[in-house]
T-cell receptor, first 114, second 112 residues
Framework: GAVVSQHPSRVICKSGTSVKIECRSL??????MFWYRQFPKQSLMLMAT?????????EQGVEKDKFLINHASLTLSTLTVTSAHPEDSSFYIC??????????FGDGTRLSIL | RKEVEQDPGPFNVPEGATVAFNCTYS??????FFWYRQDCRKEPKLLMS???SGNEDGRFTAQLNRASQYISLLIRDSKLSDSATYLC?????????????FGAGTRLAVHP
């Protein structure tokens, strides 16, 4: 069964709306969670690394104020896309794991901004 | 230069064929290596970890050459269900945290 749960799986909303995506590790405590974005026919692009109890580490070119990440516990990280615009429409995926072990991915969230 | 490079393909092969994918990585401090499989519009799923000694899981064999910074995946007796994009993934410990770096993926299409 799934070890990482991501919710919601699909979001359609108007431009200017803020959208929150949750990522939960179901039966283990994740030391690190990652957030990715994937545009059609392109590879996963790492957006940020979510560290429990501390500020997220963002990749170059990713706006911290636009993509708010909160990692409140070892089993939950949230990504909030603030004031979303059509260009933010994408497939957002989280992964969770422990140390240098393989990461497990959530099912992804398909975000469509009208 | 990309941190993880893969041939994008596509590789179009008949059922039963053997196909090999290659991957190179640029950071010699990379610690762990994986192959993931991603089906269209789905999340990546772990296929196998890659070890220096080489490892095999059924029809799949993975190899790692740290000196050459090269990773490979061999699929024997290809099945239609193997059609997917195969992602080479490197785990790098940098700046005090682990970071996963993905290759762009290699597309495989297995036909009858």
């Amino acid at each position: 069964g799934a070890v990482v749960s991501q919710h919601p799986s699909r979001v359609i909303c108007k431009s200017g709306t803020s959208v929150k995506i949750e990522c939960r590790s179901l039966d283990f405590q994740a030391t690190t969670m990652f957030w990715y974005r994937q545009f059609p026919k392109q590879s996963l692009m790492l957006m940020a690394t979510s560290n429990e109890g501390s500020k997220a580490t963002y990749e170059q070119g990713v706006e911290k104020d636009k993509f708010l990440i909160n990692h409140a516990s070892l089993t939950l990280s949230t990504l909030t896309v603030t004031s979303a615009h059509p260009e933010d429409s994408s497939f957002y995926i989280c992964s969770a794991g422990r140390w240098n072990q393989p990461q497990h991915f959530g099912d992804g969230t398909r975000l469509s901004i009208l | 230069r990309k941190e993880v490079e893969q041939d994008p393909g596509p590789f179009n092969v008949p059922e039963g064929a053997t196909v090999a994918f290659n991957c190179t990585y640029s950071n010699s401090a990379s610690q762990s290596f994986f192959w993931y499989r991603q089906d269209c519009r789905k999340e990546p799923k772990l296929l196998m970890s890659v070890y220096s000694s080489g490892n095999e899981d059924g029809r799949f064999t993975a190899q790692l050459n740290r000196a050459s910074q090269y990773i490979s995946l061999l699929i024997r007796d290809s099945k239609l269900s193997d059609s997917a994009t195969y992602l080479c993934v490197v785990l790098l410990f940098s700046g005090g945290y682990n970071k996963l770096i993905f290759g762009a993926g290699t597309r495989l299409a297995v036909h009858p």
